[in-house]
């Protein structure tokens, strides 16, 4: 690999690190727009392994948890930032894994609900009072489980669409590895 690539994967992870943890920062800014804002500095762990491979994502996903904690008043939105990364560095780390696998979609979502409820369960249950404020019945309990299982959909839907759709044509159009 020439030189010059790698200083140039190096200045483009310091520039997303940067807007990761901006994005981070200013969750607990506007926070009307915390998931949201959230979200999308996790992606920013996702554009670090598809553009620069795995290695180099996870030191972007640990290096982004340290620094926006250090940063980041909320020390909570770190912890969700940093569980959201977590999941999307495991995704991308499958992803790349059964890559040679026919029918990888039901495989890899049985890894996504997996990793999913293993950080998200253990949350729900020492944590039940961060969900849901009220006293805690069955009823209550199934609702924040089956809410946390359409919620990991949708943002498992967002990403998918972020990547292809938003990345894609700012890769193109930034001419960033090329």
């Known amino acids: 690999m020439p030189m010059y690539l790698g200083a140039k994967k190096m200045a483009f992870l310091g520039l997303l690190l940067a807007i990761s943890v901006v994005l981070v920062i200013l969750s607990g800014v506007f926070e009307f727009n915390t998931i949201f804002l959230l979200a999308g500095a996790s992606f920013c762990i996702g554009i670090a392994i598809r553009e620069c491979g795995i290695r180099l994502g996870l030191g972007f996903f640990i290096g982004s948890s340290i620094l926006s904690f250090f940063m980041a008043s909320n020390k909570f939105y770190c912890i969700t930032f940093s569980a959201m990364g977590l999941y999307i560095l495991i995704n991308e780390f499958a992803w790349e894994k059964l ?9 890899l979502w049985v ?68």
Not at 99 to 107: D, T, V
Not at 154 to 167: G, H, L, P, S
């Open 99 to 107: 890559s040679k696998i026919r029918n990888r979609n039901l495989i």
């Open 111 to 178: 890894i996504k609900y997996s990793i999913f409820n293993i950080i998200y369960l253990p949350s729900v249950i020492i944590m039940p009072h961060l969900f849901y404020q009220g006293t805690i019945r069955r009823e209550i309990w199934a609702l924040v489980i089956l809410g946390g299982q359409i919620a990991l959909f949708i943002f498992d839907k967002a990403y998918d669409y972020f990547q292809t759709y938003v990345w894609g044509k700012f890769r193109r159009r930034f001419h960033i590895f090329n």
